[in-house]
Nanobody
Framework: VQLQASGGGLVQPGGSLRLSCAAS????????MGWFRQAPGKEREFVAA????????NYADSVKGRFTISRDNAKNTVYLQMNSLKPEDTAVYYC??????????????????WGQGTQVTVSS
């Protein structure tokens, strides 16, 4: 499975960005996709995930109410709509993929494939 993420950039506090991640290769029809992020000097942390079949979602507490994850099954693509961005959201965002498809896990070891990362910078 290959993951291609896009949509990062520089935005002012309070602004919005939308990240996209397209999965290609032997994805199957039952998987979970999501996002992690890592800020400089900090550990990688879970952001959000979505189950392809059920559309069940899971969010980190720090982004609930501000970020929305969604998917387009026909395109094997997930989106992360990020609103009300804060400077602390600045990080490299990684798209992730899990074959199991049962649960939108917060654990990084649940995800077998990782994208290359896209930089999100929130600054005035």
């Amino acid at each position: 499975v290959q993951l291609q993420a896009s949509g990062g950039g520089l935005v002012q506090p309070g602004g919005s960005l939308r990240l996209s991640c397209a999965a290609s290769g032997r994805t199957g029809s039952s998987y979970v996709m999501g996002w992690f992020r890592q800020a400089p000097g900090k550990e990688r942390e879970f952001v959000a995930a979505i189950v392809r079949r059920s559309a069940d979602t899971n969010y980190a507490d720090s982004v609930k109410g501000r970020f929305t994850i969604s998917r387009d099954n026909a395109k094997n693509t997930v989106y992360l709509q990020m609103n009300s961005l804060k400077p602390e959201d600045t990080a490299v965002y990684y798209c992730v993929f899990d074959y199991s498809g049962r649960y939108a896990s917060r654990g990084q070891y649940a995800y077998e494939f990782w994208g290359q990362g896209t930089q999100v910078t929130v600054s005035s």
